[in-house]
């Protein structure tokens, strides 16, 4: 034993620690370290549903490609990493079309954006909206250490490009070039887009008409009716909305009238709010009408439907819009409501109310606005919004492009114009009179406080607060679920669970193909030198012995 540890620590006296010192540092130097290389984000698949057998939004979810920047991927194989405020309609469009798949950073601060920047990002994201993409899309919230990955991955494409307008360089160079490359590969787990089988949208309502000491529930039935609807929007491009002001406004609606009901019930309200908005062609509203018209005579008399759509925006022309689909008759209770809202507008800040007329197209597979729903059934109904066209990209959109505060303000001078109107119209109190005629005034008084709680609201599918503050201020409130038919369904959802996405650092593939030639090179070499070792010996020998008689 004894002499074998002698013959190891002759080993070392000999020239092998020479050679260690060579050996480890390269073996050091090409040696990756698997931390660095690799990053880990959370992402968001972009959203897929179906309505009336028609698909929208990303129909795939497996994505295990090479990452390439906005301007140098070519095929299939390539995955394009991106920012969302770089990419253009044009470029989704060829992405969609011939790219192995897409990963989008969203901005760090929407409301922080240029207009001109705010603008296209709308438009860019309708445009990814109204079609299916049948590759993996992935949204990414803004995160400092993939925003670099981006630019790395970018610096490097505007570098190729100076060379390529530059004089060509020769082709050990360029293949010396793409052997030195880094590249980035791109893993997505956890990723689903399997259907939904609990697809199912909420419809939540309840009623202000509070009873009176020897008064019946069939007393109050017999009171004219007013019925107020929103919708909360629970996906857009991605699986999560920043805030729903509509629902917001609704509440606080709620909240005010709620005190007023308790001592002078001339109206019975109807507050409805339904978790499918445009993109799903309201759907929860044609499911609570068809549910409840044949069954209660006096919705179907109803003098007239207000449904509140994008009220959330500090636009500049500071413009209320009512949307009609039939122009209101001289004389009726929403000619009366609509004179009385321009009138009461004029106070706050001199905000003019103005009507837009647009007939129902039977054709379109998708309506504009809500209250066509009501219209269909011959009920009169309009919608109240900040948006003039139906078309207009911010009813969908995911981004807040106001602060907090501007918001609030929007909010907050909107919500004091509807809540005095209905007020006006309800307790006959004459709008003309200005100041004289508020009724939301002193401890009534409508402050931003009061609607700030509203903002965020979740569907009652992941909480029940929206079910809750119906039942703190309206009676008979009940929640009911629409669900897809089975053999014909009018809309179907989709698993929406958040993934991961890992981002390696790895060399192409021609630089495993270098390495081979590298490794069979230095095998062959080694294997003549140490066959050969007596003629190469006896070589060095003479060659020094031939410096030493010449020195």
Same mark, same amino acid.
Not at 149 to 165: A, F, L
């Given at each position: 034993? $004894?002499?074998?540890?002698?013959?190891?620590?002759?080993?070392?006296?000999?020239?092998?620690?020479?050679?260690?010192?060579?050996?480890?540092?390269?073996?050091?130097?090409?040696?990756?370290?698997?931390?660095?290389?690799?990053?880990?984000?959370?992402?968001?698949?972009?959203?897929?549903?179906?309505?009336?057998?028609?698909?929208?939004?990303?129909?795939?979810?497996?994505?295990?490609?090479?990452?390439?920047?906005?301007?140098?991927?070519?095929?299939?194989?390539?995955?394009?990493?991106?920012?969302?405020?770089?990419?253009?309609?044009?470029?989704?469009?060829?992405?969609?079309? #011939?790219?192995?798949?897409?990963?989008?950073?969203?901005?760090?601060?929407?409301?922080?954006?240029?207009?001109?920047? #705010?603008?296209?990002?709308?438009?860019?994201?309708?445009?990814?909206?109204?079609?299916?993409?049948?590759?993996?899309?992935? $949204?990414?919230?803004?995160?400092?250490?993939?925003?670099?990955?981006?630019?790395?991955?970018?610096?490097?494409?505007?570098?190729?490009?100076?060379?390529?307008?530059?004089?060509?360089?020769?082709?050990?160079?360029?293949?010396?070039?793409?052997?030195?490359?880094?590249?980035?590969?791109?893993?997505?787990?956890?990723?689903?887009?399997?259907?939904?089988?609990?697809?199912? +949208?909420?419809?939540?309502?309840?009623?202000?008409?509070?009873?009176?000491?020897?008064?019946?529930?069939?007393?109050?039935?017999?009171?004219?009716? +007013?019925? /107020?609807?929103?919708?909360?929007?629970?996906?857009?491009?991605?699986?999560?909305?920043?805030?729903?002001?509509?629902?917001?406004?609704?509440?606080?609606?709620?909240?005010?009238?709620?005190?007023?009901?308790?001592?002078?019930?001339?109206?019975?309200? +109807?507050?409805?709010?339904?978790?499918?908005?445009?993109?799903?062609?309201?759907?929860?509203?044609?499911?609570?009408? %068809?549910?409840?018209?044949?069954?209660? /005579?006096?919705?179907?008399?109803?003098?007239?439907?207000?449904?509140?759509?994008?009220?959330?925006?500090?636009?500049?022309?500071?413009?209320?819009?009512?949307?009609?689909?039939?122009?209101?008759?001289?004389?009726?209770?929403?000619?009366?409501?609509?004179?009385?809202?321009?009138?009461?507008?004029?106070?706050?800040?001199?905000?003019?109310?103005?009507?837009?007329?647009?007939?129902?197209?039977?054709?379109?597979?998708?309506?504009?606005?809500?209250?066509?729903?009501?219209?269909?059934? *011959?009920?009169?109904?309009?919608?109240?919004?900040?948006?003039?066209?139906?078309?207009?990209?911010? *009813?969908?959109?995911? $981004?807040?492009?106001?602060? /907090?505060?501007?918001?609030?303000?929007?909010?907050?001078?909107? /919500?004091?114009?509807?809540?005095?109107?209905?007020?006006?119209?309800?307790?006959?109190?004459?709008?003309?009179?200005?100041?004289?005629?508020?009724?939301?005034?002193?401890?009534?008084?409508?402050?931003?406080?009061?609607?700030?709680?509203?903002?965020?609201?979740?569907?009652?599918?992941?909480?029940?607060?929206?079910?809750?503050?119906?039942?703190?201020?309206?009676?008979?409130?009940?929640?009911?679920?629409?669900?897809? %038919?089975?053999?014909?369904?009018?809309?179907?959802?989709?698993?929406? *669970?958040?993934?991961?996405?890992?981002?390696?650092?790895?060399?192409?593939?021609?630089?495993?193909?270098?390495?081979?030639?590298?490794?069979?090179?230095?095998?062959?070499?080694?294997?003549?030198?140490?066959?050969?070792?007596? *003629?190469?010996?006896?070589?060095?020998?003479?060659?020094?012995?031939?410096?030493?008689?010449?020195?």
């Amino acid at each position: 034993m $004894f002499e074998e540890a002698d013959n190891f620590a002759d080993l070392f006296r000999g020239g092998l620690p020479y050679y260690l010192l060579i050996t480890l540092p390269i073996l050091i130097i090409c040696s990756s370290n698997p931390v660095l290389a690799a990053s880990e984000f959370g992402v968001q698949r972009m959203s897929q549903y179906d309505v009336h057998g028609v698909a929208y939004g990303c129909r795939a979810s497996a994505l295990n490609l090479e990452a390439k920047s906005l301007y140098t991927w070519q095929t299939s194989r390539h995955c394009v990493l991106t920012r969302l405020q770089d990419m253009t309609i044009d470029h989704f469009r060829e992405i969609r079309a #011939k790219a192995g798949g897409l990963v989008v950073l969203l901005p760090e601060d929407a409301a922080a954006l240029s207009l001109e920047d #705010k603008q296209h990002i709308h438009l860019l994201e309708q445009a990814m909206m109204v079609q299916d993409v049948p590759v993996p899309v992935y $949204f990414s919230k803004y995160d400092p250490k993939l925003n670099g990955i981006i630019d790395e991955v970018t610096r490097t494409t505007v570098r190729n490009q100076k060379q390529s307008t530059q004089k060509r360089d020769s082709a050990f160079s360029e293949i010396f070039g793409s052997i030195s490359a880094n590249g980035y590969q791109v893993v997505v787990s956890g990723a689903s887009h399997a259907v939904n089988k609990q697809s199912k +949208i909420p419809i939540v309502q309840g009623e202000l008409a509070p009873l009176k000491p020897g008064k019946t529930l069939d007393g109050d039935n017999k009171l004219p009716l +007013i019925i /107020v609807t929103a919708h909360l929007d629970t996906f857009g491009l991605t699986n999560s909305r920043q805030s729903n002001s509509d629902v917001a406004v609704l509440l606080t609606l709620v909240e005010l009238f709620s005190k007023l009901h308790a001592s002078i019930p001339k109206y019975r309200l +109807i507050f409805l709010v339904s978790e499918s908005g445009l993109l799903l062609n309201f759907q929860g509203m044609k499911k609570w009408l %068809d549910s409840n018209l044949d069954e209660n /005579v006096q919705i179907q008399h109803a003098e007239f439907v207000v449904c509140l759509d994008t009220l959330g925006k500090l636009l500049t022309n500071e413009n209320i819009y009512m949307h009609v689909s039939k122009p209101p008759k001289e004389g009726t209770s929403m000619s009366g409501f609509y004179k009385t809202l321009r009138t009461v507008a004029q106070r706050y800040g001199n905000v003019s109310v103005e009507g837009v007329h647009k007939k129902i197209n039977l054709a379109d597979t998708l309506l504009a606005w809500e209250h066509e729903r009501f219209s269909m059934k *011959r009920m009169p109904a309009f919608t109240l919004s900040n948006v003039k066209s139906h078309k207009d990209p911010l *009813r969908n959109t995911i $981004f807040d492009d106001d602060t /907090v505060e501007e918001q609030l303000d929007a909010l907050e001078r909107n /919500v004091k114009i509807i809540a005095e109107a209905l007020a006006s119209h309800i307790y006959n109190v004459p709008a003309e009179d200005g100041a004289a005629g508020e009724i939301f005034t002193g401890s009534m008084a409508i402050s931003r406080e009061q609607i700030k709680p509203w903002l965020n609201i979740r569907s009652t599918q992941q909480n029940n607060d929206l079910k809750y503050a119906f039942e703190k201020y309206l009676r008979n409130v009940k929640v009911t679920y629409e669900k897809p %038919d089975a053999r014909e369904p009018d809309f179907m959802l989709y698993d929406d *669970r958040d993934a991961l996405l890992n981002i390696y650092n790895v060399k192409p593939a021609v630089f495993d193909l270098f390495l081979t030639f590298m490794i069979a090179a230095y095998l062959t070499a080694a294997y003549f030198a140490i066959f050969h070792f007596p *003629r190469l010996y006896g070589f060095v020998c003479r060659m020094t012995v031939a410096k030493t008689k010449v020195n």
